[in-house]
């Protein structure tokens, strides 16, 4: 028989992988809840022009990298390649456009056909948040605080750097999009093959480009400080006003982009030097067209994402779960006996183990290793008495306990 193993790109999630994996979600899941948000889950799958649409069919994401599929009926679906857009999706598909502000939290796996490298799979999974209705830099600043405390929170924050920058309103974008088209035209024959595509349909993608000839032009290219207007500078100064009442610390980095039309304004990644190249952990931006591209009216939003298996690598690895008290039963009688004790422990919200491989020397081996605390032991002149006999593993004191009070024994045991 043939060993399968994942599909190139994925990987299984077990025990320490696992365990790092619910410590990102549930620290994120606590700090959301702190600062308001409440969580949505949207389709794995889309119909593919809702990703098509608001990552742009010239991106690299759509033309390279989206698993796109025709189902049965003929219908073009895509497995979500990011949350953004389902999100978005979501809100108009809802009819909540006229209850704004939605804080919303997001988590599950994404999909991309690009290559496995260092925290980067084409199965990975996300962890993000948006706040679709974003009315001011105020708000921005906030969110990026609810990303820091994250961070901290996962014990991170003396790795990270938040890097910020400003990408104007329309008005401001329009106008160095102009001068980069100029300059780009004059220099046509040296870009790549994909740039001088983007250049007839986005060429802001080409602010995104990896291909080294495009990096060498984009050196001396139009700087957008250039063409910020005045209402844009303000922008950005009250959110760096907002940043630092927040305790945020940041440095300015010019070189971050987005190539996407929609984007406004506030631009940021946490990054950092743990991952070799892939030096990003989290990344965002506000955004201003991308409700009106599902369908719905001009909302401002504000959001970010994070890849889990990243922040798992950087994580310290949590203890394994482990029982609280382990029943070993010696013999048949007594193993049904432990099966209705467990129930009882349980409902009164301990976890429990019911040891019945090997002998007891290899079962009290295996107990001792879990961790556990206490362990009930239940042999044939225990149930004829309706006993049984409670050990403290720590300092190996035992006692016998009539069955109706072993709650209530386990619990001094527990708190003395």
Same mark, same amino acid.
Request: charged fraction near 25%; proline fraction near 4%; glycine fraction near 8%.
């Given at each position: 028989?043939?060993? $399968?193993?994942?599909?190139?790109?994925?990987?299984?999630?077990?025990?320490?992988?696992?365990?790092?994996?619910?410590?990102?979600?549930?620290? @994120?899941?606590?700090?959301?809840?702190?600062?308001?948000?409440?969580?949505?889950?949207?389709?794995? $799958? &889309?119909?593919?022009?809702?990703?098509?649409?608001?990552?742009?069919?010239?991106?690299?994401?759509?033309?390279?990298?989206?698993?796109?599929?025709?189902? =049965?009926?003929?219908?073009?679906?895509?497995?979500?390649?990011?949350?953004?857009?389902?999100? !978005?999706?979501?809100?108009?598909?809802?009819?909540?456009?006229?209850?704004?502000?939605?804080?919303?939290?997001?988590?599950?796996?994404? $999909?991309?056909?690009?290559?496995?490298?260092?925290?980067?799979?084409?199965?990975?999974?996300?962890? @993000?948040?948006?706040?679709? @209705? !974003?009315?001011?830099?105020?708000?921005?600043?906030?969110?990026?605080?609810?990303?820091?405390?994250?961070?901290?929170?996962?014990?991170?924050?003396?790795?990270?750097?938040?890097?910020?920058?400003?990408?104007?309103?329309?008005?401001?974008?329009?106008?160095?999009?102009?001068?980069?088209?100029?300059?780009?035209?004059?220099?046509?024959?040296?870009?790549?093959?994909?740039?001088?595509?983007?250049?007839?349909?986005?060429?802001?993608?080409?602010?995104? +480009?990896?291909?080294?000839?495009?990096?060498?032009?984009? !050196?001396?290219?139009?700087?957008?400080?250039?063409?910020?207007?005045?209402?844009?500078?303000?922008?950005?100064?009250?959110?760096?006003?907002?940043?630092?009442? $927040?305790?945020?610390?940041?440095?300015?980095?010019?070189?971050?982009?987005?190539?996407?039309?929609?984007?406004?304004?506030?631009?940021?990644?946490?990054?950092?030097?743990?991952?070799?190249?892939?030096?990003?952990?989290? !990344?965002?931006?506000?955004?201003? @067209?991308?409700?009106?591209?599902?369908?719905?009216?001009?909302?401002?939003?504000?959001?970010?994402?994070?890849?889990?298996? =990243?922040?798992?690598?950087?994580?310290?690895?949590?203890?394994?779960?482990?029982?609280?008290?382990?029943?070993?039963?010696?013999?048949?009688?007594?193993?049904?006996?432990?099966?209705?004790?467990?129930?009882?422990?349980?409902?009164?919200?301990?976890?429990?183990?019911?040891?019945?491989?090997?002998?007891?020397?290899? =079962?009290?081996?295996?107990?001792?290793? +879990?961790?556990?605390?206490?362990?009930?032991?239940?042999?044939?002149?225990?149930?004829?008495?309706?006993?049984?006999?409670?050990?403290?593993?720590?300092?190996?004191?035992?006692? &016998?306990?009539?069955?109706?009070?072993?709650?209530?024994?386990?619990?001094?045991?527990?708190?003395?």
């Amino acid at each position: 028989m043939a060993r $399968f193993q994942p599909p190139r790109g994925t990987k299984d999630l077990l025990g320490e992988d696992m365990r790092r994996h619910q410590q990102v979600i549930g620290t @994120g899941e606590t700090i959301f809840r702190r600062y308001g948000f409440s969580q949505w889950a949207t389709p794995i $799958f &889309e119909d593919t022009h809702v990703f098509a649409r608001s990552l742009g069919e010239s991106s690299d994401v759509v033309s390279k990298e989206m698993y796109t599929f025709e189902d =049965r009926g003929g219908e073009s679906l895509t497995l979500r390649p990011e949350g953004t857009a389902g999100v !978005a999706r979501a809100l108009v598909s809802n009819s909540l456009t006229q209850a704004l502000p939605q804080k919303i939290f997001y988590t599950g796996p994404m $999909f991309r056909y690009e290559r496995p490298q260092k925290g980067r799979f084409r199965q990975f999974h996300q962890i @993000g948040a948006e706040l679709i @209705g !974003a009315e001011s830099a105020f708000r921005d600043a906030e969110i990026i605080a609810m990303a820091r405390d994250f961070l901290v929170s996962l014990g991170l924050g003396d790795d990270l750097t938040l890097e910020l920058n400003t990408l104007g309103d329309k008005a401001s974008r329009m106008a160095w999009r102009e001068a980069l088209v100029a300059y780009f035209r004059q220099h046509e024959d040296r870009l790549s093959e994909d740039s001088r595509l983007r250049l007839e349909i986005n060429p802001l993608r080409i602010l995104d +480009s990896k291909a080294e000839q495009d990096r060498v032009l984009l !050196a001396d290219a139009p700087a957008f400080d250039d063409y910020l207007n005045e209402e844009s500078r303000m922008f950005w100064s009250e959110l760096k006003a907002a940043l630092t009442a $927040f305790g945020v610390s940041f440095v300015e980095n010019p070189r971050i982009v987005r190539g996407l039309d929609y984007y406004s304004h506030t631009v940021f990644e946490f990054v950092t030097d743990k991952l070799g190249a892939q030096g990003t952990v989290l !990344a965002g931006g506000r955004y201003e @067209g991308l409700v009106e591209e599902m369908g719905g009216p001009a909302v401002p939003c504000i959001g970010w994402a994070a890849g889990v298996e =990243r922040l798992a690598a950087l994580i310290e690895a949590p203890a394994a779960d482990i029982s609280d008290v382990a029943i070993l039963p010696m013999g048949e009688a007594a193993l049904l006996k432990a099966a209705s004790l467990s129930r009882m422990v349980r409902d009164a919200g301990l976890s429990v183990s019911i040891e019945t491989r090997g002998n007891m020397k290899k =079962r009290m081996d295996r107990i001792v290793q +879990s961790g556990a605390s206490h362990v009930l032991f239940l042999g044939d002149d225990d149930l004829a008495r309706n006993v049984v006999q409670l050990r403290h593993l720590a300092s190996r004191e035992q006692g &016998e306990v009539p069955v109706e009070d072993v709650l209530s024994a386990l619990e001094r045991a527990r708190t003395s």
